[in-house]
């Protein structure tokens, strides 16, 4: 199944200065069996092409040399290996043997007008009707990205009485120049239905710093909701890319937060891949 959600991001930063802002987006939930269905109804969406919006396979946890490994070992299958095979892959160099009737579902953004970027994916992994394993691939404006597993033990219900995965993990890598490295991470993932909801929460010294929110619902995956999207939601991609620079500006010319720049705290990016020249150089 492929599903398209109008959906809203939103960012609370709780310390030292407070500063939230809440932003439309638009996104889909793909299993990973039907992606040669995307775009199947539509001439807006699809896998190549002229299509408007696209997803490609090597948009999502590509395959690449680890820069400053530690920890447990992580793997991206072959080459030439689809996007499920990479998915296994991982999973199984972190103990997770994923069974071959398992449900992959993708939960990201689409390339739109040429251009990727998605600050987080998530893929969520059921099988035997329920959630058992998850991954959160975060990527920064830098081209970099890194990924944290959430296994069995993540498991948990939330207060819905609703399955799902919570980990927090050390940080480790740069995402913002307000935010420290030697920090943590904490993932929600919640399979989606006809409701998106999944969090990325920051603890600094064991406080939680930012809360930050990707919430939607489901709605018709056809060609004139894209086009209502593309009306309402402009230029998706360069918006969110947009967003991220102008409220770094508001933090550092209004909130005056202190600036960390990225080559200052070379050691403390670890199992990143794709590293900046600004700090492979230095290696």
């Given at each position: ?6 959906a ?15 932003h439309?987006?638009?996104c889909?939930?793909i299993?990973?069996v039907?992606?040669?269905k ?15 919006y ?7 946890l ?7 490994p530690?920890?447990?070992s ?20 972190q103990?997770?043997v ?24 998530f ?11 998850g991954?959160?691939e ?27 995965l919570?980990l ?7 995402v913002?120049?307000?935010s420290g490295?030697?920090t ?19 603890f ?14 489901a ?5 004139g ?7 309402k939601?402009p ?6 890319i947009a967003?991220i ?11 005056r937060?202190?600036f ?13 891949r794709?590293?900046?020249p ?6």
């Amino acid at each position: 199944m492929v599903r398209l959600y109008e959906a809203k991001v939103m960012h609370a930063r709780l310390w030292p200065k407070k500063n939230s802002f809440t932003h439309s987006v638009f996104c889909c939930a793909i299993d990973l069996v039907d992606w040669d269905k995307i775009g199947e109804n539509t001439w807006l969406m699809g896998t190549g092409g002229r299509a408007l919006y696209q997803f490609r396979d090597q948009d999502f946890l590509p395959k690449d040399i680890i820069f400053q490994p530690e920890g447990q070992s992580q793997a991206f299958g072959a080459d030439n290996d689809s996007l499920a095979s990479r998915v296994k892959s991982f999973c199984a160099a972190q103990g997770e043997v994923i069974p071959a009737h398992a449900q992959i579902t993708l939960v990201a953004m689409p390339r739109a007008f040429g251009k990727s970027y998605n600050p987080v994916i998530f893929f969520l992994i059921s099988w035997d009707g329920e959630l058992q394993c998850g991954i959160a691939e975060v990527n920064n404006t830098f081209g970099e990205r890194k990924a944290w597993f959430l296994g069995r033990d993540c498991k948990q219900q939330n207060s819905n009485g609703e399955a799902i995965l919570k980990l927090r993990t050390p940080k480790k890598f740069y995402v913002s120049p307000f935010s420290g490295l030697d920090t943590e991470f904490e993932f929600t993932l919640k399979s989606p239905g006809e409701s998106l909801c999944v969090g990325v929460d920051h603890f600094e010294g064991g406080q939680k710093t930012l809360i930050s929110t990707w919430t939607g619902r489901a709605v018709p995956l056809t060609d004139g909701r894209l086009g209502w999207l593309t009306i309402k939601i402009p230029f998706l991609i360069f918006k969110v890319i947009a967003l991220i620079h102008l409220h770094a500006l508001n933090l550092w010319l209004i909130k005056r937060l202190s600036f960390r720049r990225k080559a200052d705290d070379t050691d403390l990016q670890r199992n990143l891949r794709h590293p900046s020249p600004e700090i492979s150089k230095q290696k």
